[in-house]
């Protein structure tokens, strides 16, 4: 999906911002406990901003309850979930 994303900055003629960052991570298969800390961009003190858009629908509800605990353990102050 994060080719679609890109796709829209493109058709709006605006560059990505310089802060945004898109990390793979099939969520059925690992962890964001897993996934985040070894990714260069990710400084679990900077406020962050989790966006979950068209997800839950396809994890289990342990699954769900897994990268919920994940953003809640990896998230720093002031730190957003959408």
């Known amino acids: 999906t994060q080719i679609y994303k890109r796709n829209a900055f493109k058709m709006l003629e605006v560059p990505e911002p310089e802060n945004l960052y898109f990390i793979a991570c099939d969520l059925s298969q690992t962890t964001l406990q897993e996934v985040l800390p070894q990714d260069p961009h990710f400084r679990r003190d900077d406020v962050t901003l989790f966006i979950a858009e ?6 289990s509800e342990e699954e769900n309850a897994a990268w919920l605990q994940g953003v809640r353990e990896l998230s720093g102050e002031g730190a957003r979930l959408i």
Do not use: A, I, K
């Open 54 to 59: 068209g997800l839950s629908m396809y994890l």
